[in-house]
């Protein structure tokens, strides 16, 4: 009779975290099995909004696709 193996989770309290939040269990387990180096690494390198002239709001949200026409 075959036993379901549950796979080895590196960050148990991120885990049942993130299943509590809902995450299914394959997505809890590969955030919760992500090295800490590479999870809380953020992409990109813009200064904050804060910073930003209007112009330069202006053309970043002309960027931005319309999802709907309201």
Do not use: F, H
Not at 5 to 23: M, S, T, V, W
Request: net charge positive; aromatic share 8%; proline share 7%.
């Amino acid at each position: 009779m075959p036993t379901e193996k549950r796979p080895q989770i590196k960050n148990e309290e991120q885990y049942e975290a993130l299943r509590e939040k809902g995450y299914g269990k394959e997505k809890a387990a590969r955030i919760a099995n992500t090295p800490d180096r590479v999870a809380g690494k953020k992409g990109g390198s813009a200064s904050p909004y804060e910073e930003w002239t209007r112009k330069e709001l202006y053309q970043k949200a002309r960027e931005i696709p319309v999802l709907c026409n309201a």
